[in-house]
Structure formats: C-alpha cells, structure tokens
C-alpha cells in the first residue's frame, strides 16, 4: 500500500508539474504571436485608433512586439530544459503584471476601451505566468536541482 500512495504522489507532482509546463508554453506562445502581430502589422491591430497613427507610436507598437517576441521565445527555450527553473516564465509575469498597472494608473490615457483590453489579456497571463513560473519553481525545488536565486 505505501508503494501505492508513493506511485501516486510521485504521478500527481508529475501532472502539476505538466500544467505547469504547459500553462507556461500556452502563455508563451501566445506573446510571440502577439509579439510577431505587433512587429508586422501594428497599423491593422491598432486600427481602432484611425486612420493617422503617427510613426513613432507605430514604432513603439513594434518595439512592444519584439519585447514580447523576446520573452516568449526566451521561455519557450527554458521549457524545454528537463526540470525548467522559470525564470523566463517569471521575467513574462513581471512584463503583464506592469502592464497592468501601468494600464490602471494611466487609464486616461488610455481610455476605457485601451484599459480594458490591456487587462483582458494582461492579468490573465500575468495570474498564469506567475502561478507556472512559482509551480515550475517548486518542482524544481523539489528535485534538488537548483533555485531562482542561484
């Protein structure tokens, strides 16, 4: 019976560990697709602004995308380590959670329709990456491979 309840604890921090894992590679890749839409095409992301949208904002909606492309592909490659640290995952956390604040704090700027959609995608990913990135810690952790902070 002790066997049994080993086999099962030992399958059950294997599972947590794959969604984990798998939470963080859908978060992932889903900022390198946002990053890569923001590199290509701003001007069609960003139609709601109309029709004049000056260079240097389009710039900057570009250099958002390869921040992203950045940090996606950064945790995609430490994903695919055996037993990842998620630090990668973590440096994405950190980059939603202050847009989030910084989308809250300067929603005049933003409006109430830029606030809104910097938070739909924003604190979703931010709650996700952050939950992996401390999962993936902890299994980590576990196994006696290392911490965040070496």
Not at 55 to 65: C, E, I, K, S
Not at 93 to 117: F, I, N, P, Y
Not at 132 to 141: D, M, N, V, Y
């Amino acid at each position: 019976m002790n066997g049994s309840l080993c086999a099962v604890s030992a399958f059950m921090r294997q599972t947590e560990a794959m969604n984990d894992r798998s939470i963080a590679r859908s978060i992932a890749l889903g900022r390198v697709a946002f990053g890569l839409t923001m590199l290509l095409i701003p001007h069609t992301v960003m139609a709601r602004l109309g029709d004049d949208k000056p260079g240097p904002l389009m710039w900057m909606a570009r250099a958002f995308g390869i921040r992203d492309m950045v940090l996606g592909f950064g945790a995609i490659m430490e994903l695919t380590e055996e037993n990842p640290e998620g630090r990668w995952v973590a440096y994405g956390a950190a980059a939603d959670t202050c847009d989030a604040v910084a989308a809250v704090v300067w929603r005049e700027e933003l409006g109430v329709g830029g606030m809104a959609a910097t938070l739909s995608l924003a604190v979703p990913a931010a709650a996700g990456g952050w939950w992996s990135a401390f999962g993936l810690h902890r299994t980590r952790a576990t196994h006696g491979t290392g911490t965040m902070s070496t």
